[in-house]
Every structure is written in structure tokens, then in C-alpha cells.
């Protein structure tokens, strides 16, 4: 009797010896994850031997070349954050079919919006499937420019958010954008604002060393060939590194040229 239960012991303790895990994260999405399960390295049994799900064990069946974990049985709410641990024997390593069904989608919606003349942008969301950072893009020079980064809080019912943005004069249009596992990205409604900022403008008439706006500004700047060789904020540019000629500036909400002296 002794050596049976020391023989099992030793068993048990070679079992973990020779083990792994296989972790996956992501949310609760009503739906169910598909393992394919192969033999292990010996030829005797299957490659996993217990599933947990948020440290609870699993009371699946897991003893087949393939088997179905049920999620539905812990009572997750849609958007629940999971944590999937396959444990498997050294040697072999089973394959999550559908990984994707738990992983945070893209599915918000805006609720509402504001923008103050301070440039704070303002906004509210519902229907979050799990964390996924949101892009605002504003509309200036007839393209969309990035502006903004904010990690999504992912949770199902109402979220709220704010971040500072540079305004130009008159009409700002701005969007919300999400990109999940899919690669696809997904756009909000327009977000609209009339500033009652005063229009900007440059000079001098004669363009040599610097060039100097009425105001601090967003700005590019461009060669005869369209490459970009000058960006940033603020009301004055340094042109000593430039080369005599023609440029394309973008500015406040205005596309314009010049010549450098």
C-alpha cells in the first residue's frame, strides 16, 4: 500500500515536472472557445489536463482530440475581463481554434460630445467590448491628422473622457477612431465645433531667415516635391536651414505657399 501511494506521488510530482501552461486573456463576448487537443508525448492520454477560467477550474470535458470550453457556465457579464489557462504535459501544445471570440472588439457608441474654446474635448461612450485605445483624429488640410491617444476603459455602460486639442479658427471637425484585432478601424460621428478664434496669418512680405505667424499655430512644411521637412507648434520658424526657393505651408486651417529669399 505504501509503495502504490509513494509510486503515485512520484507520478504526480513527474507530471508537473514536465508541464506548461497556456495562457490567453481578453473579455467575456457570449461566446465559447474550441481547443484541439492532441496526445501527449508519450502516446498514452490527451495533451491537457485542466482548464481554468479566473483561477476556477473547469468543468468541461477535456478528455478528447478536441473539446469546447464553456464560458457560460461562470456567469460572466458581456465585457468581463478573462483570463483562460490551459495546462498541458511537456512535449505537446494544444491549439485555441477561435482565440478572436475573446478578444476586445471595437463596438462603442458615441453618446455625446462637447469641445470648449479652452480646446478640452469632452466625450461619453457606451457598449465597450474590452480596453482599446482610441485615436482622435481632427480634419485639417484636407487629411486627417492624429492629435490624440487615450486607452479605452472598456466597460459596458457609460464611460468618460476628456483631452486637450489645439483648435483653429473658424469650423474644427473632429472623429474617434478604434482599431481591434481585426486591423479594421472604426470611426465615430463627427465631432463639430465653431471657434471663434481669429484667423492667422505670416509674414514678412519678404521671407529670408524666419518665419513669424500672428499666433502660435500648427504647422508643415513642404518642398516643391511634396516632402515634408518642417513641422511643429508655435508662433515663429527658423528658415536659416533652408535653400532658396519655393515652399507649401499648412497652417491654422489654411494651405498656402511661399518663397525663401
Known amino acids: 500500500m ?14 508537473f515536472a514536465y508541464a506548461d501552461k497556456f495562457e490567453l486573456s481578453g473579455v467575456y463576448l457570449g461566446k465559447n472557445l474550441y481547443v484541439m487537443n492532441n496526445f501527449d508525448d508519450s502516446g498514452v492520454g490527451f495533451c491537457v489536463y485542466e482548464v481554468t477560467i479566473n483561477g476556477q477550474t473547469s468543468s468541461d470535458e477535456i478528455n478528447s482530440s478536441a473539446f469546447e470550453i464553456d464560458l457560460g457556465q461562470f456567469n460572466f457579464e458581456i465585457g468581463e475581463k478573462i483570463t483562460v489557462i490551459l495546462h498541458y504535459k511537456n512535449g505537446c501544445l494544444p491549439k485555441v481554434i477561435n482565440p478572436e471570440v475573446i478578444q476586445p472588439k471595437s463596438s ?42 487615450l486607452d479605452g476603459k472598456g466597460n459596458n455602460e457609460s464611460n468618460n473622457y476628456k483631452l486637450n486639442v489645439r483648435l483653429h479658427s473658424g469650423k474644427n471637425t473632429f472623429r474617434l477612431c478604434q482599431t481591434d484585432f481585426s486591423g479594421i478601424p472604426r470611426y465615430s460621428a463627427k465631432i463639430i465645433y465653431q471657434s471663434k478664434q481669429k484667423q492667422i496669418s505670416y ?20 518642398d516643391s516635391y511634396g516632402t515634408i521637412i518642417l513641422k511643429g507648434y508655435g508662433a515663429k520658424i527658423d528658415l536659416k536651414g533652408l535653400q532658396t526657393g519655393s515652399y507649401y505651408i499648412n497652417y491654422d486651417n489654411t494651405m498656402d505657399s511661399f518663397k525663401k529669399r
Not at 505504501?2 to 507530471?15: A, V
Not at 509674414?203 to 505667424?213: R, W
Open 203 to 222: 509674414g514678412p512680405e519678404k521671407i529670408k531667415d524666419n518665419l513669424i505667424f500672428s499666433d502660435s499655430t500648427l504647422y508643415e512644411i513642404y
Open 2 to 15: 505504501r509503495k502504490s501511494i509513494l509510486l503515485l506521488f512520484f507520478s504526480f510530482l513527474i507530471l
Open 108 to 149: 462603442f457608441i458615441l453618446q455625446k460630445s462637447d469641445l470648449d474654446e479652452n480646446g478640452t474635448l469632452y466625450w461619453t461612450t457606451v457598449k465597450e467590448l474590452g480596453s482599446i485605445p482610441f485615436t482622435v483624429q481632427q480634419f485639417r488640410w484636407n487629411k486627417w491628422i492624429t492629435v490624440g491617444k
